[in-house]
C-alpha cells in the first residue's frame, strides 16, 4: 500500500522538490542565484502542482500528508541556513525559523508518543508564516539578480512577515496543544471500555 501511495503522481511530484534542495544548495554556493531563483520558483509551483493534482485524481494520500509538509520545511529550511552562511539573510531570521520547527517537531513526537496526537494540520498562521518564508526567499533571490529599490523593500517586508508570523505561529500553536491536551484528559474517562481498556 505504501508502495503504491509512493508512485503516485502527487507524491512523485513532492519527492522531486525534495531533488531540487541539493541541486538549489550548489548553485547559491556557486553564486549562480539566476539558477537558484528558477529553480526554487519551479519547487514552488510543485508544491501547488501537487495539491492540485491529489484532489482532480482523488489520489489524497496519508503518506503525501507527512512527505509534502517535509519537503516543504527541508527546502526552506535548507535554503535559510544557506542564504545566512552567504550574508544574504540575517542569521536572526533562520535561527527564529529553525527554532519554531525544530520546537514544533520535539512537540509533536512527544504527544504522539504520550498521547497519540498526530493531526496537526497547519492553522492559517502557520499557512501565512510558510507564505511569508516562500517570499522573503523569492525577494532576496531576486535581489541577487537585480538590485532594485522596489525589490529591496519587497525583501525588507517579507523578512519582516517572516519574524512576526513565526512568532505569531509558534504561539497559536501552543494554544492548540494546549486546547487538544485538555479536550483529551477531558474525554479519557468517558472513552473507556465497559472492562476499562481504552
Do not use: C, E
Not at 13 to 26: A, E, G, K, S
Request: proline share 3%.
Amino acid at each position: 500500500m505504501r508502495l503504491s501511495q509512493l508512485l503516485t503522481a502527487p507524491n512523485q511530484l513532492t519527492l522531486l522538490r525534495m531533488v531540487f534542495v541539493p541541486v538549489i544548495v550548489i548553485n547559491l554556493a556557486s553564486g549562480h542565484y539566476g539558477w537558484a531563483l528558477a529553480l526554487f520558483v519551479l519547487a514552488g509551483i510543485s508544491d501547488g502542482l501537487d495539491g492540485l493534482l491529489a484532489r482532480t485524481l482523488h489520489q489524497q494520500s496519508l503518506l503525501g500528508q507527512y512527505l509534502d509538509p517535509i519537503a516543504d520545511k527541508l527546502l526552506l529550511s535548507t535554503v535559510f541556513l544557506v542564504l545566512s552562511i552567504l550574508h544574504k539573510i540575517h542569521w536572526k531570521f533562520t535561527v527564529l525559523v529553525f527554532s519554531r520547527d525544530i520546537s514544533i517537531l520535539a512537540v509533536g513526537s512527544v504527544l504522539y508518543m504520550i498521547a497519540g496526537l498526530r493531526d496537526f494540520r497547519p492553522s492559517i498562521f502557520g499557512k501565512a508564516n510558510t507564505f511569508a518564508q516562500v517570499a522573503a526567499v523569492f525577494f532576496v533571490l531576486v535581489y541577487q539578480v537585480h538590485h532594485t529599490q522596489w525589490v529591496s523593500t519587497a525583501r525588507a517586508f517579507f523578512l519582516g512577515a517572516t519574524f512576526a508570523f513565526t512568532i505569531i505561529s509558534g504561539m497559536h500553536y501552543i494554544f492548540l496543544v494546549g486546547h487538544r491536551l485538555r479536550a483529551v484528559s477531558h474525554a479519557a474517562p468517558g472513552s473507556r471500555t465497559s472492562d476499562g481498556s481504552v
